[in-house]
């Protein structure tokens, strides 16, 4: 995606290639690993995984691009933006603490404009309020904090930051459609952020801890036979691609096999015959934007598959590439009008007329594809809760102006 907003050479995936290339066979010296002319280089690639995605030869760019930001950071440190976007997990979670502060900075023009003074965080970005911090104590209270003792199917939600800490209506209708089929929800109390924002900052020292702890709780599930089930597709790379190269350790491969985004696994559901179809008639006219991370390569798509069984639910998906916000990477101002262009072809399609809604799973591509217009933009588990009749009623818990209200005031810069 930085290729075709800025076609030049060193924002290209072979760029990247060739750079490592030269260093393993002699010709750059190691330690000009450390150098900002290398990290210039590395900081064009925001960790999409298309590249890999699309790769004819199988080369595995994240992953160079994961160890020659390594080595800058081992050597530099990281930068007071990129260290604050890296610690999103940790900031929303203090955010939650005070949250009526919290939020109202986030609204308040001059609080922004500090905030991007201080800490380079892009004045104009449209962010998503805090939520409070209260999902688990609601898992709780549910009895889904200790492993469910249903027969058949069961799963282990993997929440990650967004839906914890923003969107915990998210998690909630998540668990009552999986509820609603029968299978048994285990929210582990034990879990922690997955660690992708430091993936991406080049941070593998603090990835790995986060890595460990996680492998533990989820190895453990998978022993018990759950399913590891993810709402964030950045989520399921962290676990299944970045893991992997983080730890060796044997379990990592039944964690791996083991772990999908939510509508693959509703999908895997319906052709088994498991999925109920008690949809009620859903009439509005979406549209659907597949995310980075969840694009594979395959003709069939598993969230418009699904999405597609409610009774007059008009999907429209379009391919207009990556949203350009790459999860933190649109949030800082050095790089805020670099995504916003890079984003340019999504944001002209659902300002398009007949549009009501935009869909998608990731947190990060909703926040982009909310910024240039007022339409709100939906998780699909959202759009299936709904048609179910789930979470009903008025009020920020429940689902009844999941299409109607407005994402805040238009925001142009």
């Not at 997990?89 to 609080?111: E, H, T, V």
Request: net charge positive.
């Amino acid at each position: 995606p930085r290729y075709r907003e800025n076609q030049a050479e060193e924002a290209s995936p072979r760029a990247k290639a060739n750079l490592m290339a030269a260093f393993l066979t002699g010709k750059l010296d190691p330690k000009s690993l450390s150098a900002d002319a290398v990290h210039a280089i590395t900081d064009t690639c925001f960790n999409c995984h298309q590249c890999r995605v699309d790769c004819s030869a199988g080369v595995d760019i994240p992953a160079i691009v994961m160890e020659l930001k390594a080595a800058h950071v081992a050597a530099n440190s990281l930068g007071t933006t990129a260290w604050l976007l890296s610690q999103v997990d940790a900031l929303s979670a203090f955010g939650g603490a005070i949250k009526p502060l919290a939020n109202r900075a986030i609204a308040n023009p001059q609080a922004r404009w500090l905030l991007e003074k201080v800490l380079g965080l892009a004045q104009g970005r449209k962010l998503p309020l805090f939520s409070g911090n209260q999902l688990l104590r609601w898992a709780a209270r549910r009895g889904l904090t200790r492993p469910s003792r249903r027969s058949g199917t069961r799963v282990l939600y993997f929440l990650d930051t967004y839906a914890r800490r923003q969107d915990p209506l998210l998690a909630q209708a998540f668990v009552a459609v999986l509820e609603h089929n029968g299978i048994g929800v285990f929210i582990d109390p034990r879990q922690v952020a997955s660690g992708m924002p430091l993936v991406s900052a080049g941070d593998v020292d603090g990835a790995r801890r986060l890595a460990r702890t996680n492998l533990r709780v989820l190895a453990e599930a998978v022993r018990l036979g759950y399913r590891i089930v993810c709402t964030e597709p950045a989520t399921v790379t962290c676990l299944t691609h970045d893991y992997p190269l983080l730890i060796d350790d044997l379990d990592m491969p039944r964690v791996v096999n083991a772990t999908c985004d939510a509508m693959t696994f509703l999908a895997e559901l319906h052709r088994a015959g498991q999925l109920r179809l008690d949809f009620k008639p859903l009439k509005s006219r979406i549209l659907y934007h597949t995310p980075c991370h969840l694009r594979t390569g395959s003709v069939a798509n598993p969230t418009e598959h699904v999405l597609r069984l409610i009774p007059e639910l008009n999907v429209q998906a379009v391919d207009r590439g990556c949203s350009g916000m790459a999860g933190t990477f649109g949030l800082s101002r050095e790089h805020y009008r670099a995504s916003l262009r890079a984003g340019l072809g999504l944001l002209s399609a659902i300002r398009s007329t007949g549009i009501e809604a935009g869909a998608t799973e990731c947190s990060a591509c909703r926040i982009q594809m909310e910024q240039g217009t007022t339409k709100p933009t939906v998780h699909p588990i959202k759009l299936l809760a709904k048609a179910y009749g789930l979470l009903d009623g008025p009020g920020p818990h429940k689902l009844d102006g999941l299409l109607t209200a407005t994402s805040g005031r238009l925001t142009t810069s």
